[in-house]
């Protein structure tokens, strides 16, 4: 049963445009959530969160929206730059869930030069 | 440059043998977990820690696999017996209560 899901597997860009990242979940007791990058060959590291309370978050280049109605938020990368090209996942915790996170699959983003 | 270190990097065994993994948090972190990232299921949580104790390991195999911390800085994760659908990359991750969470590099682990 996975409760947070990337339903791409894959995305390819051109560099300087916008990556769009999704992400859906299932439970409605997840009120925080993440997401990490991960090169090949190293462990994930964090990016950007939002709070439920919150439905945007913005660092830099990078912008995450949540839509709480449709259980759905998104990881926007505004521009583009081949150092992005990697695999980012979604992660989702819950008040009841105390530190556990619970991870998606991942969407492998490739930025083309 | 504080970070979390896994050994081994890699790790190739063959069906039966016992394999163990060991982590060294970031100093300071009380709270340790254990995922194992496979193709299908992404990244899946083992277990984890909390100033050493056992906080939660329902997503762990119990009749083969065991997670412990003998002291605040090695956690380890051990299969006996492993088996070829272990095949994974296994991650340890750090941090303070509630805070952040810090990966390792992982170990990549191959079962023939």
């Known amino acids: 049963d996975q409760q947070v899901k990337q339903n791409s597997p894959s995305l390819s860009v051109q560099e300087g445009r916008i990556s769009i990242l999704n992400c859906d979940y299932t439970n409605s007791m997840f009120d925080y959530f993440l997401w990490y990058k991960k090169y090949p060959a190293e462990g994930p590291t964090f990016l950007i969160s939002?709070?439920?309370?919150?439905d945007k978050n913005e660092d830099g280049r990078f912008t995450v929206f949540l839509n709480k109605s449709a259980k759905h938020l998104s990881l926007h990368i505004v521009p583009s730059q081949p150092g992005d090209s990697a695999v980012y996942f979604c992660?989702?915790?819950?008040?009841?869930?105390?530190?556990?996170?619970?991870f998606g699959t991942g969407t492998r983003l490739a930025v083309r030069p | 440059d504080a970070r979390v270190t896994q050994t081994p990097r890699d790790k190739v065994t063959e069906m039966g043998q016992e394999v163990t993994m060991r982590c060294q948090p970031i100093l300071g972190h009380n709270t340790v977990f254990w995922y194992r990232q496979t193709m299908m299921q992404g990244l899946e949580l083992l277990a984890y820690?909390?100033?050493?104790?056992?906080?939660?390991d329902s997503g762990m195999p119990k009749d083969r696999f065991s997670a412990e911390m003998p002291d605040a800085t090695l956690a380890t994760l051990k299969i006996q017996p492993s088996e070829p659908r272990d095949s994974a990359v296994y991650f340890c991750?750090?941090?303070?209560?509630?805070?952040?969470?810090?990966f390792g590099p992982g170990t990549r682990l191959l079962v023939l």
């Open positions: 992660a989702a915790k819950g008040k009841s869930s105390g530190d556990k996170l619970t």
């Open positions: 991750a750090s941090a303070r209560s509630k805070e952040t969470q810090y």
């Open positions: 939002i709070s439920s309370i919150k």
């Open positions: 820690f909390r100033n050493r104790a056992p906080l939660d």
